[in-house]
DNA sequence: TGCATCTCCAACGCAACCGTTGGAGATCTG
DNA sequence: CAGATCTCCAACGGTTGCGTTGGAGATGCA
């Protein structure tokens, strides 16, 4: 049945996605044509609908497999001290640096305000995890508890995604000092350190 | 020449850019469409295209309205300690808020990356007195010194920013936790403060 | 009042894109 | 090899949106 197949079926849905996340990263839902992300993959535009409905499903499912994609790579387990928290979100901000199609599409969701997100229930699972592992770290006074978890856990998030979010900003309010992704990186870690340091 | 003329130019001007404001805030550059903005605003499409050229010229000069806006709507002239720098994060958050408009705006822009922003030269001036304050603030140990001015400036403003470039981040990481914008407000003035509180 | 000028708009040409369809070719089954 | 089934695609209809144009109405000027 799926064994042998000589036209490669999983292959060809494999190079659409691909495609589709690139240019849904670099384009949007608005500005992405079907026809192009085909062209891309070197298959036929046709395809894309039998295989993941219309745009907007296509780019839910997009969306949802880069998530399960960085939820894998940046596992945050246990948060033994602030120094483990400044690691995290130098992680992450690692991990944007390397795959920065997931925070544009993130950030193309966001702009959409839709009342509901793909796959809603397991993101939200996913985020909770984090929380709580915030909130295990404060419980057992290992950081800072001045902030509720999912406060401290969200504005770490905001230091290391802010510079993917307004890149042209982040380029004028550095226009005359001289600043590298180097730099930028041990800035927010230097801020997450401090956000996560208990007081005395 | 210019007074008392029965069709109403300077007006109907207006009326177009709050519309294309509204438009281009809520869909993007590529999801916005001329003819919406011109109905919105009750006027001809054709005015568009005299008035303020082709689309993507429209969207600059939208972009650089607001900007003018909010320059002097968050005035930052002198932090003379820690406690000030939360106050402007809260300014900030509270401008953004009350119009979410150019946040959005700005979050489209770099969504597009451009090569040059419009209206490059006054906005970095614009970014280049904010970082100013922050340094003199420094210099004379009014607040931490441990972050270069402009990295210190820029995690402020992501603090402020982040809610509203990734609301559904927001709602899905604060599922369980009673949250309130006010309490959001008071979180990162928290964080605000930590991160310009000078260590011992 | 005749002429020039300015504001405004309905209607249009044109291009792009969405989503579909009819059918060609490849693979399995008997 | 004949028939059924599946993958793939070139081509198409219909819609939408961009940017323009030709002209109608209102105003200033001689």
Redesign the pocket.
Known sequence: MLA??????EE?KRKLKEAAVAEFAAHGLGG????RIARRAG?????L?TYFG??PQLFATVLADELNKVAAAVPLDHLDGPEAVARYAGSVYEYHAEHPELTRLLLWEGLLDLPEVPDEASRTDYYRTKVAAFARAQQSNAISDRLPAADLAFLVLALAGWWYAVPQMARMMHADSSSTPASAKAALMQAALHLATPSK
């Open positions: 042998g197949m000589a036209w490669n079926t060809t992405t044509t079907m026809e298959v036929n535009k046709e395809r609908y219309d745009k």
